[in-house]
């Protein structure tokens, strides 16, 4: 009897290895390819490589599109309402020669969505980007306390450029939530 157990255990373990690795090169065909920053790597992956915005604006490119997201205040506190803006550029000029000297031209972030999310669940924090000042795109945001103590979140931005989706990735650390005043 055990015999038999521990060779159904076996044949089952062999299946679901067969399946992972079928599964795993097969081709994928998504419908449409969005542009994405190359340092968009998971959550609680790579932190050096994706763009820190707690303190400072953060800047990603994709596909010559300039994805800047700026905070207000800073750094932003945990429990408390902080702004998000925005922005979406492309080189003035289309000569390599003077790229580094090209001013950027602001275009419009169309559809634009910004989504926040911790290594561990924390609910689901979407926030759509409206219309702002100066051509940016922003959202009020309030992000809760992780109980943990674990300050680092992860904000996906997400929209279209000229009719191409693009997406970049950026890390934040909140404060600690200012304390309650005493009644």
């Known amino acids: 009897m055990r015999r038999a157990a521990a060779l159904l255990g076996l044949a089952a373990f062999c299946v679901v ?3 992972a690795f079928w ?16 340092a968009a790597a998971s959550a609680g992956s790579g932190d050096d490589a994706v763009p ?17 997201v700026s905070l207000e205040p800073r750094p932003p506190a945990a429990l408390a309402a902080f702004k998000v803006r925005v922005f979406a550029s492309v080189l003035a000029s289309t000569d390599p020669a003077s790229a580094m000297l090209s001013p950027r031209k602001l275009v419009p972030f169309e559809a634009g969505r ?6 561990m669940p ?15 795109q922003e959202a009020a945001v309030v992000l809760p306390a992780c109980s943990s103590g674990d300050r680092r979140w992860y904000a996906t931005v997400e929209g279209t450029v000229a009719g191409q ?12 939530p200012s304390p309650a005043p005493a009644p």
């Open 114 to 119: 910004i989504r926040f999310e911790m290594t």
């Open 165 to 176: 989706p693009r997406i970049a990735r950026f890390r934040l650390d909140l404060a600690r």
């Open 52 to 68: 820190d915005i707690t303190n400072a604006d953060g800047v990603s490119d994709a596909g010559g599109v300039r994805i800047t």
């Open 23 to 38: 599964m795993g090169s097969r081709p994928s065909t998504p419908a449409a390819t969005p542009v994405t920053v190359p």
């Open 122 to 136: 924390m609910g689901e924090q979407r926030y759509s980007l409206v219309p702002g000042p100066q051509g940016a």
């Open 17 to 19: 290895v067969v399946a």
